[in-house]
């Protein structure tokens, strides 16, 4: 005799189908993240009509004016009317997560509307001042005003580009191993100066950054009497670079999984070669990352130039003797003059200095993909493989 209890479906996609609204009402059920072409109409004709609300608003019955003004109430209107006629039309609980949706979206359209302002004014001040010549000619006998009728020589950037790469290279083989050794340390080894270490490198992270030129310029310039020189420049760019190193290099070596210490220490493996062969290569993109970032950031500084280089509108390619000059102090200095052709060649210099800190962040990322990264991770292995197996030893039984 056949039981009449009925029996629960299976686990799995069965068992979830049979409890769906599907089977209860015949209606596909509604997700929050479910987004079509309807749902980017309602953004669109909300938009539309919080805007025209606004404008009526504010500009025709009362007497208010600005366009911060009018964008913040703009805004918040459009938040509102959106979460009403989601609330109207898919319920209260889908227009409580498009509305927080909408609100970090506009949140985060407020932190990147600054960079496309910034890269647009750079852009359509200093794009049509770049020429091959403004890349290949110095500043050195060019005269201030150009008399009408006798051949006039432009300036150009070429000294402030080879003391900004002089300076910075010098900056990172100084500032890149120290911060990275200095993680090492705090992660990896460990002590009993652990701790002082971590609060040394925290405080020199809020260093202001005319503090670390006002350092070089009482120790190697007043007190050693070197000189203005790019390497006076490049040790207090290393002060700022150093923390941004260590302190990223550290988040990156602390994620890395135990487990691949262990197994490395279970192999025989020192310390140092674990950290060598195991923990660096395992965060090799981040480190790429961190020291790029720092490169970047310290790139951009003026404040520590100002006491350490000087400034020269020849050509100095020994970064050990004499002035030198820099894409940012050059900035710093032409466009406060009273000069047209010294304001031009300063927004030129500036969108030079954004370039090489755009086509910097393109190379940490294409170094930091995952097909370089796995490719580096094989050549890694067969040399260690090669490295473990001795010249003797026969894999044939004897």
């Known amino acids: ?31 929050p993240r479910d987004f079509g072409p309807v749902d980017f109409g309602l953004i669109a004709l909300t938009a539309l009509a919080s805007y025209c609300i606004v404008w009526i608003a504010f500009y025709q019955l009362t007497l208010l004016s600005g366009q911060v003004g009018f964008i913040l109430c703009w805004v918040v209107s459009f938040l509102i009317m959106y979460w009403v006629v989601n609330a109207l039309v898919n319920g209260r609980r889908v227009a409580a997560d498009r509305t927080v949706a909408a609100v970090i979206s506009v949140g985060g359209l407020c932190l990147f509307a600054p960079l496309v302002l910034i890269v647009i004014y750079l852009f359509a001040k200093g794009f049509k001042l770049l020429s091959f010549h403004l890349l290949v000619a110095s500043q050195q006998g060019v005269e201030e005003t150009c008399i009408p009728g006798f051949p006039c020589t432009k300036p150009g950037v070429l000294n402030a580009m080879v003391g900004t790469f002089e300076q910075i290279g010098l900056a990172a083989a100084i500032g890149v191993p120290a911060g990275i050794l200095t993680a090492v340390y705090l992660n990896e080894v460990g002590g ?80 140092w070669r674990t ?20 490169i970047a950031v310290a790139l951009g500084e003026t404040a520590p130039l100002l006491l350490t280089i000087f ?88």
């Open 1 to 31: 005799m056949a039981s009449s209890r009925k029996t629960a479906p299976p686990f799995g996609a069965d068992r979830a189908s049979a409890f769906t609204p599907n089977r209860v009402s015949g209606r596909t059920p509604l997700r």
């Open 192 to 271: 009993r100066f652990t701790q002082v270490v971590r609060v040394v490198v925290t405080s020199m992270s809020g260093v202001p950054a005319i503090l670390a030129g006002a350092f070089v310029y009482a120790f190697w310039i007043e007190g050693l009497h070197e000189g203005y020189s790019g390497f006076a420049g490049s040790m207090a760019l290393a002060v700022l670079l150093l923390p941004t190193v260590t302190r990223g290099t550290e988040e990156v070596l602390r994620i890395v999984p135990n487990d691949l210490r262990e197994a490395s220490t279970a192999l025989a493996a020192p310390q």
């Open 275 to 294: 950290v060598w062969s195991v923990v660096l290569p395992t965060a090799r993109s981040g480190l790429v990352t961190a020291v790029l970032l720092a």
């Open 311 to 398: 400034g020269s509108a020849a050509l100095n390619p020994n970064a050990f003797h004499g002035p030198q000059e820099a894409l940012p102090l050059l900035v710093f200095q032409k466009v406060k003059s009273p000069l047209q052709s010294d304001v031009n060649l300063a927004y030129a210099a500036a969108l030079v200095l954004f370039v090489m800190v755009f086509l910097l962040f393109i190379v940490a990322r294409v170094l930091s993909s995952d097909w370089l990264g796995n490719r580096f991770r094989r050549v890694l292995n067969r040399r260690m493989n090669r490295a473990s197996v001795p010249e003797n030893f026969s894999r044939e039984p004897q």
